[in-house]
């Protein structure tokens, strides 16, 4: 069974200052790795998605790097800003997901 | 817009009645999913869709039925409710594998009282 962990569980920063997100999962031979952000009561915003053959996408100020043999990946989101804040789930899977519990970024103007 | 809609968005049961979550994607989406986010924990998968006409139980079925109408709908059912069911539930969809990842809704949260 894949369990997928993220550290830390929360996460509190100035304004401008870079985040580092991490995931790490138990079951390396994964076929997708996709990183969601969700807003308080709200649902889930996919941001980045990382196929097994791939090592990372950017998006914008967004970068997610996958490394499957040591089962992990990063979330790198450059100069916060206070509308950065959320919490950032990770999710690896192909026909069903399993998702770590999240990270809750809090960016302090 | 497009993407994956749930209704209701809330919801307050009594302990023993039943109640059908629904959920539509207009993507065209093969694959449809429905998961429970409970406090400190991740996603977890309650059933899926591979396709039309098919149906799998995932990580936490019990206490639960889905039927997929059809393509673009995939409904939970919930036919005695328990406490335990209080949760906040997603339906999710994708297209096929190599095809991109997944859309969710925005969620019902679900109270049994």
């Known amino acids: 069974k894949q369990e997928v962990t993220q550290i830390p569980a929360a996460l509190s920063v100035p304004e401008g200052e870079n985040l580092v997100l991490n995931c790490s999962f138990t079951?390396?031979?994964?076929?997708?790795l996709q990183w969601f952000r969700q807003d308080p009561g709200k649902g889930l915003t996919s941001l980045l998605l990382?196929?097994?053959?791939?090592r990372e996408q950017t998006s914008g100020r967004l970068n997610a790097s996958l490394d499957k043999s040591s089962g992990r990946s990063t979330l790198y989101i450059a100069a916060s800003q206070p509308g950065d804040s959320a919490t950032y789930l990770c999710a690896v899977g192909d026909y069903k997901l399993s998702f770590g519990a999240g990270t809750t970024v809090t960016v302090r103007a | 817009n497009a993407g994956v809609t749930q209704t209701p968005k809330f919801q307050v049961l009594k302990t023993g009645q039943s109640m059908t979550l629904q959920c539509a994607q207009d993507m065209n989406h093969n694959s449809m999913y429905w998961y429970r986010q409970d406090p400190g924990m991740g996603l977890r998968l309650i059933y899926y869709?591979?396709?039309?006409?098919?149906?799998d139980k995932g990580e936490v079925p019990n206490g639960y039925n889905v039927s997929r109408l059809n393509k673009r709908e995939f409904s939970l059912r919930l036919e005695s409710a328990a406490p335990s069911q209080t949760s906040v539930y997603f339906c999710a969809s994708r297209a096929d594998r190599g095809r991109g990842g997944y859309t969710f809704g925005s969620g019902t949260r679900l109270t049994v009282v």
């Open positions: 869709s591979a396709s039309e006409g098919t149906t």
């Open positions: 079951d390396s031979a994964i076929y997708n």
């Open positions: 990382i196929q097994s053959s791939q």
